[in-house]
């Protein structure tokens, strides 16, 4: 009970199901935090639990300024982790600093080229940046690695869509394995081919498979 990194790999679980939709969401979020505290109460020096709540406190819009200041202190602590180079690219992106977004990513992949983590973080901050290209290759590298990585296919779909490739972007989201982010996906590209009913009965399947979970941030 006193092991703080068993505390920490706990919360990190929690949120990772969260995300997915594999828990309840508000559930999962909660015990994301709870545990990263209890981790955080026995060994304050874990860098880990404290880039995890720091990037909650971000995406929830708890506190901004002090998330990001807290991803910046696990930074400090372990500026060579992957995890907490893609969970400060990831708030970054969020809060719009998209070129610091990227560095964070090539930092991470520079200290783990073969993390599919990583190059799904990167995939994700060039998509928002808008650089297409990269971002596809970043979510192609994501599944060379990973075939079976949870919402590898709806991203690869996403960066498809936004480059107006609606029909490769359907098959993607078709292949997806995740029913949550495969529905995601049929929702998202349907509209694109002109197929709004199916477009919409996918939707109403995703708020019947996850009404108050992450489906209701997805959109």
Known sequence: P??????????MM???MANNSLVDYGEGARLARENSEKALAIDP???DPLALLGYLD??????????????????????HNPRILTRLAN??????RLDDAIQHCLQALRADPLSALAHAVYGNACYFAGHLEEAEAARRKVLALSPGWMSGHFYLGRVLLAQGRAEAALEEMQREESEFWRLTGLALALPWLGRREDADDALQRLRALDSQGAASYQF
Do not use: N
């Not at 971000?58 to 500026?79: K, N, S």
């Open 58 to 79: 971000v995406i929830q819009d708890a506190d901004r300024d002090g998330g990001m200041a807290r991803l910046e202190r696990a930074r400090q602590l372990e500026p």
């Open 2 to 11: 006193r092991f703080a990194p068993a505390w920490a790999a706990l919360g």
């Open 14 to 16: 929690y949120w990772g």
């Open 91 to 96: 708030a970054s992106t969020r809060v719009g």
């Open 45 to 47: 020096s874990l860098a």
